[in-house]
């Protein structure tokens, strides 16, 4: 009798604590990036993503201003061939958007896009200890403008 209170027991805790591991390796948010290359969509599913807007604080007297982008940071979770492809056009400007999804529903979509963003830079390192993917990448947008829930910044 000890016996079965001390098993079953033991299988209660097993069955609880993997429920629990399961849960902590659930991804809550889905992010996406989508524009149109060629006629194509292009779609990739990002890990992450980031934006700053560097906005001078002083008046320049040079007649020759630099042009001021927004910053963009994706970290795509695969490098696809159409996102290469895309990329492969240097002087190419596009309208990307970014849509994050809540994957529990609870909270509404939050979309933003990137008005005439050029990829400007890519970078790809490799790991052994990565489970999904065996590398990080890292892709730099320039957008001339950004559009947060409906409001456009400019930088």
Do not use: C, H
Request: aromatic share 12%.
């Amino acid at each position: 009798m000890k016996k079965q209170f001390t098993l079953s027991a033991l299988l209660i805790v097993v069955t609880l604590w993997s429920q629990t591991l399961w849960a902590q390796n659930e991804k809550r948010y889905s992010i996406e990036m989508s524009f149109t290359f060629n006629g194509k969509t292009v779609k990739t599913t990002l890990a992450s993503t980031s934006y700053s807007i560097n906005r001078e604080v002083y008046e320049e007297d040079s007649a020759y201003a630099p042009k001021k982008y927004i910053y963009y940071s994706a970290t795509p979770v695969k490098l696809e061939k159409d996102l290469l492809l895309a990329i492969k056009n240097k002087k190419a400007s596009y309208d990307i958007l970014i849509t994050m999804t809540d994957n529990y529903g609870k909270e509404a979509k939050k979309e933003t896009l990137l008005k005439k963003a050029m990829i400007s830079s890519i970078s790809e390192s490799y790991s052994p200890y990565n489970y999904d993917y065996a590398g990080s990448i890292s892709l730099g947008i320039n957008a001339e403008s950004i559009v947060l829930d409906g409001v456009e910044l400019l930088p």
